[in-house]
């Protein structure tokens, strides 16, 4: 359910003890295998990541709330990774700097029919591509990351002084929110960096469900409460989605509720919410 995968985590993947913790707290994990590990570490990383697998369930670990983020295709890193990840079950993975298709279709060619691809858009490059990448059939979900992007272009801040996306950065994920709305996959928000400020956390969280975002990544256990409770509908929202809906069955058409009208996409709107809230 699309829905319950809501607030996902990143964990380095080279701290295994870490893995079943971070299952705990989150909807989802995404083991990383790429930025949140040194280069000298990541070949004890992948190690982590098969022993993982073997023992997944004496850990605790639930493999299908798993998602292994491995290196940028063409990079050496990206060879041992997907070389270990054959020796594995792993298949749902998140493919950093996602550029095109093709670089799926390798994934794919390599892991088998089963792998799923969450592509993160995260360059120029990326972000121009991200319609490609979301008509892919193995790709279930698009990310976007702001701070690589801005590096891609050769600049140095994804946002202003007062803390907002700077125009370029808001229509790049605006692009990638498209694009995976467009192709039926899920869009996954980038990461708020400021671990300190929970208040601009939760705006952001706001607008990623306003615009139709299923999930918001995570960086640290104290941001999963925030996300919750951003994806979680209101009492009022559910028990006004809950009206709306039964009072639709008295008429056939549109009609007036509550000093406005309701058509077909109130409606749609209306179970959108109920199905956030579980119902």
């Known amino acids: 359910d699309v829905y319950k995968r809501q607030a996902v985590m990143f964990t380095p993947a080279d701290r295994p003890e870490r893995y079943a913790k971070a299952l705990d707290r989150a909807d989802a994990v995404i083991l990383d295998l790429e930025d949140a590990v040194t280069a000298a570490d990541r070949p004890a990383a992948r190690e982590a990541v098969a022993a993982a697998w073997t023992e997944r369930e004496s850990q605790g670990i639930d493999a299908d709330r798993v998602v292994v983020r491995v290196n940028p295709v063409d990079t050496e890193d990206h060879a041992a990774d997907v070389a270990m990840l054959k020796k594995t079950g792993w298949r749902t993975l998140m493919l950093a ?3 095109s298709a093709a670089q799926v279709d390798s994934l ?10 969450v592509a993160l858009c995260e360059t120029a490059k990326g972000v121009l591509a991200a319609a490609e990448l979301a008509a892919h059939p193995h790709v279930t979900a698009l990310m976007w990351g702001a701070e690589d992007l801005v590096a891609s272009m050769g600049g140095t801040s994804s946002r202003t002084v007062d803390g907002a996306y700077r125009q370029t950065v808001a229509h790049a994920r605006s692009t990638v929110l498209l694009a995976a709305a467009a192709h039926g996959a899920a869009a996954w928000d980038a990461v708020y960096l400021n671990l300190k400020d929970p208040d601009g956390l939760a705006a952001e969280v706001e607008d990623a ?21 951003g994806y979680r509908p209101t009492d009022e929202q559910v028990a006004r989605a809950e009206a709306i809906l039964a009072e639709a069955r008295n008429h056939p058409g549109a009609f ?9 996409v109130v409606l749609a709107q209306a179970r959108i919410t109920l199905a956030r809230a579980g119902r």
């Open 97 to 99: 700097k996602a550029e």
């Open 108 to 117: 794919v060619e390599a892991l088998g029919e089963g792998t799923r691809v």
């Open 209 to 229: 469900v306003a615009v139709g975002c299923r999930a918001t990544v995570c960086l640290h256990p104290n941001q999963v409460a925030v996300v919750r409770n």
């Open 256 to 264: 007036a509720f509550d000093g406005g009208m309701v058509d077909e």
